[in-house]
C-alpha cells in the first residue's frame, strides 16, 4: 500500500481523520467520532501497524480514549482511561497529551489537573507517575487561562521535558522517575517576581532528534508594555535553550507579537522552526490577517508566511497543539483554528490553501504520514 498522510482534527464537537494521498490534492474526512464531546489531544502512532489514540473528556459522559487501528475507520475505546487513585484528592478533568513510550505498547498521558500517566498495554491500564504528579511544587501550581494542563511530554532517551501550564518546564534525567523545575531564563509576566523558579505559563516545546540538547519554547509573552509590579518583561515569549532546556535564551526579535499557543519544528531541519503570533489582548491574528511566522537560522531572523491565507477581517485563535507539520520530502504545514478552518501550507508553508472551512471549533491536529 502506497505511503498515506493522516490528518487527525481534535475539535469542540469530537475527532475527524482526514486521508490523502503524498500529493495532498484532495482530502477525504471521515466523523465526527465521540460525537459532541471535545478532543484536545490525539496520537498517531506509527511504531508497527499504524493506530490512533484520541482523548474523549467530558464531565457527564465520562474520561475515554478512543482507540483505531484501521486508520481512523472505526474507533473503540480503550478499557479505561487514566484515573486518581482515591485517597489522592484529585480528579481527572481533561487529557492534554498523549504520547509513544519504549515498547510497542507503551503510552505516556498528560492530565489536567497537570499530572503524568503512564500504559504498558497500550491504553487498557494506567499508572500515575509520582516524579512529577506528586512533585513538591504540585499543589503549588495554578491553573491558567485554558486550565491546569500538562500539554508537553517530549522524551530524549533517559531525559523527560515535561511542559505545564501554569507550573512551567520540569526535567527528568532518569527516564521520568524524578523531576526538577528547569526554567532558567524562562520570564513569567503575571508575577512579582519576573523570573520565578516554577509557574511560568509555558504554552508548548518542540525539539528536534537531529540537534540533541536543543528545544524550542512558546512561553506566556505580551508584557512589554506591563507597568505593573516587576516592570516591563519584552521578548519573554520566544525562546531556545541549547543545554538540554537548563537554561533558555529569548528568540523573540523580529516577530509582530512574542505572544501565541503552538510552536513546531521542521521534520528535516532543526534550524527551522515556526510560530503563529497573536494579538496578547483578544489571542487573535494581528491586525486581523494571519500569518505564520519561520526561522530557517534557528530564532536569529523571521520571515511572514501568509500567500493564500485571508489578508484582512480574520480574528481566529490557533490553539497550542493546533498546528503540526508532516514528513514528506517537502513537508507541509497544518493548520487549525476556533473558527472550524483547517488549512495547509505547502512548501513549509509558502502557500496556504483551506482544506475544510466549517468544522467546529479545532482543539488539536496531529499528521503523519503511514
Known sequence: MSERVIA??????????????????????RGPFGPGVAVYSTLIDGRGTPRIYASSCNPYFGMKILRSTDLGK???ETKSAPGFPKEDGRALINIWSLEAGNGRNDLWCGVEPASLFRSSDGGN?????????????????QPGNGGLCMHTILRDGNRVHIGISTGGHYLSEDGGTTFAASNKGVGAGFMPDPY??????????????????????????????WDGPGGRRPDIGVLRSDDHGKTWRSIAKGLPSDFGFPIVVHPHDPDTVYVAPLETSTRTCPGGAPAIWRSE????????????????????????????????????????????????????GDEWSCLFDSLPPIHCVKVAVV
Not at 469542540?12 to 500529493?23: C, I, N, P, Q, Y
Not at 491500564?125 to 501550581?141: C, D, F, L, T
Open 297 to 348: 537560522d534557528g530564532g536569529g531572523s523571521w520571515k511572514r508566511l501568509a500567500r493564500g491565507l485571508p489578508k484582512k477581517e480574520s480574528f481566529f485563535t490557533i490553539l497550542r497543539d493546533a498546528m503540526d507539520i508532516d514528513e514528506l520530502s517537502a513537508p507541509a504545514l497544518y493548520l487549525g483554528t476556533t473558527t472550524g478552518q483547517l488549512w495547509l501550507g505547502r512548501d513549509g
Open 74 to 76: 472505526i474507533f473503540k
Open 8 to 29: 487527525c482534527i481534535g475539535t469542540k464537537k469530537g475527532l475527524f481523520v482526514a486521508e490523502s494521498g503524498k500529493t495532498r490534492r484532495r482530502f477525504e474526512l
Open 196 to 225: 520565578p523558579e516554577f509557574g511560568q505559563c509555558v504554552h508548548k516545546i518542540a525539539g528536534h532528534p537531529d540537534a540533541p540538547g536543543r528545544l524550542y519554547m512558546q512561553n506566556h509573552g505580551g508584557w512589554a508594555e
Open 125 to 141: 491500564s494506567w499508572e500515575m507517575v509520582p516524579g512529577i504528579s506528586n512533585h513538591e511544587h504540585a499543589r503549588k501550581w
